[in-house]
C-alpha cells in the first residue's frame, strides 16, 4: 500500500528530488560493497521482497559483522510524463515499479554471491 508520495511541481524540484535518489548510490558505495538487483514488481511486493531476502541471509548467518550490513530497497514508478503518472495511478492494485534492492557487505564473497543466486531471482520469479 502506498502511503505517502511525491510530485515535483517545478523542473527546479524534479532536479532536486532525483538528487536525493542519486545520493543513495553514493550513500551504498560509502557504506561497502553492493549486490544489486534492479527488479520489476509490483508496488505492494517492494517492502516483502526486501524483508524476505533480508530473512534468508539472516537464516545463512550473513546479517553479521564481517559479511552483509544492510539489506536495503528503494525504487521509483511513473517517472514519465504526467500523462503516465495519472495513468498509472488509475490502477494502483496491479501497479508495478522498479525496485532496487541493494544488498551492503564488508566485501564481495563467494558466500554471499551463493546465498543470493539463485535466490533473488527465484523470489521474483513467483512473484
Same mark, same amino acid.
Given at each position: 500500500?502506498?502511503?505517502?508520495?511525491?510530485?515535483?511541481?517545478?523542473?527546479?524540484? *524534479?532536479?532536486? !528530488?532525483? $538528487?536525493? /535518489?542519486? #545520493?543513495?548510490?553514493? $550513500?551504498? =558505495?560509502?557504506? @561497502?560493497?553492493?549486490?544489486?538487483?534492479?527488479?520489476?514488481?509490483? %508496488?505492494?511486493?517492494?517492502? &516483502?521482497v526486501? &524483508?524476505?531476502? /533480508?530473512?534468508?541471509?539472516? =537464516?545463512?548467518? !550473513?546479517? /553479521?559483522? @564481517?559479511?552483509?550490513r +544492510?539489506?536495503? #530497497?528503494?525504487?521509483?514508478? #511513473?517517472?514519465?510524463?504526467? %500523462?503516465?503518472? *495519472?495513468?498509472?495511478?488509475?490502477? !494502483?492494485?496491479?501497479?508495478? #515499479?522498479? !525496485? +532496487?534492492?541493494?544488498?551492503?557487505?564488508?566485501?564481495?564473497?563467494?558466500?554471499?554471491? $551463493?546465498?543470493?543466486?539463485? *535466490?533473488?531471482?527465484?523470489?521474483?520469479?513467483?512473484?
Amino acid at each position: 500500500m502506498i502511503s505517502s508520495g511525491v510530485l515535483s511541481e517545478s523542473t527546479e524540484q *524534479f532536479a532536486s !528530488l532525483w $538528487a536525493l /535518489r542519486e #545520493g543513495i548510490t553514493e $550513500a551504498v =558505495s560509502k557504506e @561497502g560493497k553492493a549486490y544489486k538487483y534492479d527488479i520489476s514488481i509490483p %508496488l505492494t511486493a517492494f517492502k &516483502d521482497v526486501v &524483508d524476505t531476502t /533480508r530473512k534468508h541471509l539472516k =537464516s545463512k548467518g !550473513l546479517v /553479521r559483522e @564481517g559479511a552483509v550490513r +544492510h539489506v536495503i #530497497g528503494y525504487g521509483h514508478v #511513473g517517472d514519465g510524463t504526467y %500523462l503516465h503518472f *495519472f495513468t498509472l495511478l488509475s490502477s !494502483l492494485t496491479t501497479l508495478s #515499479g522498479n !525496485l +532496487h534492492l541493494n544488498i551492503v557487505a564488508d566485501t564481495y564473497s563467494d558466500e554471499i554471491q $551463493a546465498a543470493l543466486e539463485p *535466490f533473488v531471482y527465484e523470489l521474483v520469479g513467483k512473484i
